[in-house]
């Protein structure tokens, strides 16, 4: 998919195919390696996990189900779709760095995944309709079937079809001059059975298509009802209701919910000197025509209807899944506003040393600035950008830019200081997946005002989070430095757990500078203070620490290691861990996702102990801790132990060097590694149960981790 040459960054390190040795059906092979889709379905059992148990809010349970198929829906668009390309000869997509590792062919793993999704599936529809459905009702939350509309709630709805959906729905027949529609990707349409009333000229279509402008209105339309009920009728039921009013003359036979996935992964099939935006903007066009790779429907869809759906389709039998609703519920949760439903709020608080000082300038000057989102509020690092803008002393600013958002005040900050006339240079990564559009938006704006704008090297997505300040201090020039582990964007700032570093040390800002020079203008950097930079050193500074702790046990001095990550599916470094643990190394791994090294196997990883947490916030932080005999590093990082971060990205890992910054990251560490109440032990199996207590106190580390952001020191 990528190009994979740039002057002095080209890697021949084997990709990640190699990276499992275990069997399709998930059972433990003879290494330490377990497949990484089998791992990512049972960290997707882990959410579902979270809306089965009984002591969640009711409403945090929806959400739960939300996030549980959101999570399926980009599964099947990017990791079942490139499986399923890699059975076409000639589509797969060259060059991707995280396809299918291990022996199994990929038709293994697809019957693997299949089998496991459908069971995980079974168990979401279960969940909803016989456990949380009941309990909403029993609480006044209920979702109105057409056979259970009172009379006002009727002359309502009715009024809604005429006003509201009557002038954006669109129904699409089938016959010989009307071929098989396109369904796009995750649109939600009814499949509607039909024959003419009587005989008539009107042609004998038996088949027709009704789109649900999900996209434009909301799909759980509030209906009247008495004080304390929340009524809600589902857009595709509104439209059932008012076939009659779509298909005069025709009697309507049936009409059953069907929803498409169709593969999202973007084709850059570039030439040379081929425009980036412009490819990337063609790409978009072709997601949407992506093939099919799942269809979901109501269970009693007609099967000759069924048959028909998937002979247009193209779809094997292993690609449908049945369920009532598909528990899309994501806008149920917003729509009711039940706090005893929720989790207690938990009102980020603000920076300490910015509410401190004059300014945030004084503030970084007094001393570097940790801060933990989303316990501290995200605001720290927009009042930073827009500070920047304002303030007629900066001279400059350089920043990247991975995911923004559509509103990204960040983004808008940048371009009120280029219009301001300051040096601005925007790295704005435009393969992005899923925000390439918000991200072209952004880029043209900051081009329209004069900002210097590019959009990575070639053949590496820029996956690093920094920004550069560069301020006139009377006769001094001193540069402001923003390095963070998640993405400058306010909406998952609420919601993800991550790491930032403000400081305005010399040698942070000659390394920022020259990474910038890189990111720019493919300057060659000279040695960096402090910066480890992938691709060119991330892996091997890793496999250096990790075999520095283990030279430091096989001394007898104090070695442990400790990684907090998002996904740990390299194979190179999960043996470098493994030969750690036989040194006697004591690694603990807390990694949220895709864990493909197996745990606690006798003789090859026994001191390795790895767990998982899924609580209310995303955990997205990455941060590296080596013991070091006593002379303790911590680090924080963009990039996961994956393949394309360590090879085919640029990432960045960065120290915090303050003893009191230093403290907040260790406590960080130990209260996740002690959650007994949202942490799941990984087995060696590459299944997971809830961690025991087995005595010690109850401990939810998230809430602790807010607890702590209010009340210790995070400025050195």
């Given at each position: 998919?990528?190009t994979?040459e740039?002057?002095g960054?080209?890697?021949?390190r084997?990709?990640?195919r190699?990276?499992t040795?275990?069997?399709?059906?998930g059972?433990?092979?003879?290494?330490?390696l377990?497949?990484?889709?089998?791992?990512?379905?049972e960290?997707?059992?882990?959410?579902?996990e979270e809306?089965?148990?009984?002591?969640?809010?009711?409403?945090?349970?929806v959400?739960?189900?939300?996030?549980?198929?959101?999570?399926?829906?980009?599964?099947?668009?990017?990791?079942?779709?490139?499986?399923?390309?890699q059975?076409?000869?000639g589509?797969?997509?060259?060059?991707?760095?995280?396809?299918q590792?291990?022996d199994?062919?990929?038709?293994?793993?697809?019957?693997?995944?299949?089998a496991?999704?459908?069971?995980?599936?079974d168990e979401?529809?279960?969940c909803?309709?016989?456990?949380?459905?009941?309990?909403?009702?029993?609480?006044?939350?209920r979702?109105?079937?057409?056979?259970d509309?009172?009379?006002?709630?009727?002359?309502?709805?009715?009024?809604?079809?005429?006003?509201?959906?009557?002038p954006?729905?669109?129904?699409?027949?089938?016959?010989?001059?009307h071929p098989?529609p396109?369904?796009?990707?995750?649109?939600?349409?009814?499949?509607?059975?039909l024959?003419?009333?009587?005989?008539?000229?009107?042609?004998?279509?038996?088949?027709?298509?009704?789109?649900?402008?999900v996209?434009?209105?909301?799909r759980?339309?509030?209906l009247?009802?008495?004080?304390?009920?929340h009524?809600?009728?589902?857009?595709?039921?509104?439209i059932?209701?008012?076939?009659p009013?779509?298909?005069?003359?025709?009697?309507?036979?049936?009409?059953?919910?069907?929803?498409?996935?169709?593969d999202?992964?973007?084709p850059?099939?570039?030439?040379e000197d081929?425009?980036?935006?412009?490819?990337?903007?063609?790409?978009?066009r072709?997601?949407?025509m992506?093939?099919?790779?799942r269809?979901?429907?109501?269970?009693?869809?007609?099967?000759?209807?069924?048959a028909?759906?998937?002979?247009?389709?193209e779809?094997?039998?292993?690609?449908?899944?049945a369920?009532?609703?598909f528990?899309?519920?994501?806008?149920?949760y917003s729509?009711?506003d039940?706090p005893?439903?929720?989790?207690?709020?938990?009102v980020?608080?603000?920076?300490?040393?910015?509410?401190?000082?004059?300014?945030?300038?004084?503030?970084?000057?007094?001393?570097d600035?940790?801060?933990?989102?989303?316990y501290?509020?995200?605001?720290a690092v927009?009042?930073?950008v827009?500070?920047?803008?304002?303030?007629?002393?900066?001279?400059?600013i350089?920043?990247?830019?991975?995911?923004?958002?559509?509103t990204?005040?960040?983004?808008?900050?940048?371009?009120?200081?280029?219009?301001?006339?300051?040096e601005?240079?925007?790295?704005?990564?435009l393969?992005a997946?899923?925000?390439e559009?918000?991200?072209?938006?952004?880029?043209?704006?900051?081009?329209e005002?004069?900002?210097?704008v590019?959009?990575?090297l070639v053949?590496?997505?820029?996956?690093?989070?920094?920004?550069?300040?560069?301020r006139?201090?009377?006769?001094?020039?001193?540069?402001?430095?923003?390095?963070?582990?998640?993405?400058y964007?306010?909406r998952t700032?609420?919601?993800?757990?991550?790491?930032?570093l403000?400081?305005?040390?010399?040698?942070?800002g000659?390394?920022?500078?020259?990474l910038?020079?890189?990111?720019?203008?493919?300057?060659r950097?000279?040695?960096?203070?402090?910066?480890?930079?992938?691709?060119?050193?991330?892996?091997?500074?890793?496999?250096?620490k990790?075999?520095?702790?283990?030279?430091?046990a096989?001394?007898?001095?104090p070695?442990r290691?400790?990684?907090?990550?998002n996904?740990?599916?390299?194979?190179?470094?999960?043996?470098?861990?493994?030969?750690?643990s036989?040194a006697?190394?004591?690694?603990?791994?807390v990694v949220?996702g895709?864990?493909?090294?197996?745990?606690?196997?006798p003789?090859?990883?026994?001191?390795?102990?790895?767990?998982s947490?899924?609580?209310?916030?995303?955990?997205?932080?990455?941060?590296?801790?080596?013991?070091n005999?006593?002379?303790?590093e911590?680090y924080?990082?963009?990039?996961?132990?994956?393949p394309?971060?360590?090879?085919h990205?640029?990432?960045?890992?960065f120290?915090?060097l303050?003893?009191?910054?230093?403290?907040?990251?260790?406590?960080?560490?130990?209260?996740?590694?002690?959650?007994?109440?949202?942490?799941?032990?990984?087995?060696?199996?590459?299944?997971?149960?809830?961690?025991?207590?087995?005595?010690?106190?109850?401990?939810?580390?998230?809430?602790?981790?807010?607890?702590?952001?209010a009340?210790?020191?995070?400025?050195?």
């Open positions: 998919m990528e994979r740039m002057a960054l080209s890697s021949d084997p990709d990640e190699r990276a040795e275990c069997h399709a059906d059972r433990p092979g003879s290494g330490i377990i497949d990484r889709e089998l791992s990512w379905l960290f997707n059992q882990r959410v579902l809306a089965q148990d009984p002591t969640v809010p009711l409403l945090e349970r959400k739960f189900l939300a996030i549980f198929s959101s999570n399926l829906d980009e599964f099947f668009m990017i990791r079942v779709a490139d499986l399923k390309r059975l076409r000869p589509d797969h997509l060259p060059g991707w760095a995280d396809s590792p291990g199994a062919s990929p038709a293994e793993i697809l019957a693997a995944v299949a496991r999704v459908h069971q995980l599936v979401q529809h279960r909803f309709l016989e456990e949380v459905q009941p309990l909403l009702a029993a609480e006044g939350v979702i109105v079937r057409p056979k509309v009172t009379p006002e709630q009727g002359a309502m709805l009715e009024d809604y079809f005429h006003r509201t959906v009557l954006v729905v669109t129904p699409l027949a089938i016959d010989p001059s098989f396109h369904i796009a990707n995750r649109a939600l349409c009814l499949v509607v059975s024959r003419p009333a009587e005989a008539s000229l009107l042609p004998s279509a038996s088949v027709a298509i009704v789109h649900i402008p996209q434009v209105l909301p759980f339309i509030r009247p009802a008495a004080p304390g009920v009524s809600f009728m589902l857009l595709e039921d509104v059932r209701m008012n076939l009013r779509l298909y005069h003359g025709y009697e309507i036979l049936s009409a059953h919910a069907i929803r498409v996935t169709r999202a992964d973007l850059l099939r570039r030439r081929d425009d980036l935006m412009t490819t990337i903007q063609e790409s978009l072709d997601r949407r992506g093939t099919a790779v269809l979901q429907y109501d269970p009693d869809l007609p099967a000759d209807v069924l028909r759906l998937v002979d247009e389709l779809l094997d039998p292993a690609d449908l899944y369920g009532e609703g528990t899309d519920l994501a806008q149920l729509a009711v039940l005893r439903l929720k989790d207690r709020p938990l980020p608080v603000s920076v300490a040393a910015f509410d401190q000082a004059p300014d945030v300038w004084t503030a970084i000057r007094h001393g600035v940790l801060v933990h989102h989303p501290h509020a995200f605001e927009t009042r930073f827009q500070a920047a803008a304002e303030d007629p002393a900066v001279l400059a350089s920043m990247t830019l991975y995911r923004v958002s559509p990204s005040p960040i983004a808008r900050a940048l371009t009120l200081a280029a219009e301001g006339g300051k601005v240079a925007v790295l704005v990564e393969q997946r899923f925000d559009e918000a991200n072209i938006q952004w880029a043209r704006a900051l081009e005002v004069g900002a210097h590019v959009y990575g053949g590496y997505k820029t996956h690093c989070k920094a920004c550069l300040v560069v006139r201090e009377g006769d001094v020039i001193r540069r402001y430095c923003h390095l963070a582990t998640g993405n964007n306010v700032g609420g919601v993800y757990s991550d790491l930032g403000f400081t305005c040390r010399e040698t942070f000659e390394d920022l500078t020259e910038f020079n890189l990111l720019t203008g493919y300057t950097p000279v040695q960096f203070h402090h910066l480890v930079v992938a691709p060119t050193g991330l892996r091997e500074a890793l496999v250096a990790i075999r520095r702790e283990a030279d430091h096989r001394a007898g001095r070695a290691l400790v990684a907090k990550l996904s740990l599916v390299d194979p190179h470094l999960i043996e470098e861990l493994a030969a750690a036989r006697g190394v004591q690694v603990d791994l949220r895709i864990c493909c090294l197996r745990p606690g196997v003789g090859l990883t026994d001191r390795i102990r790895a767990i947490i899924v609580d209310r916030f995303l955990e997205h932080a990455r941060i590296f801790y080596f013991q005999a006593g002379e303790e911590f924080l990082a963009s990039a996961d132990w994956m394309r971060n360590l090879d990205r640029m990432e960045a890992a120290p915090v303050a003893p009191v910054l230093r403290e907040r990251l260790r406590e960080i560490l130990e209260v996740q590694l002690a959650d007994t109440a949202k942490a799941r032990v990984l087995l060696p199996d590459g299944r997971s149960t809830r961690v025991v207590a087995a005595g010690r106190p109850a401990l939810r580390s998230q809430e602790r981790l807010y607890e702590l952001a009340s210790a020191r995070w400025t050195a």
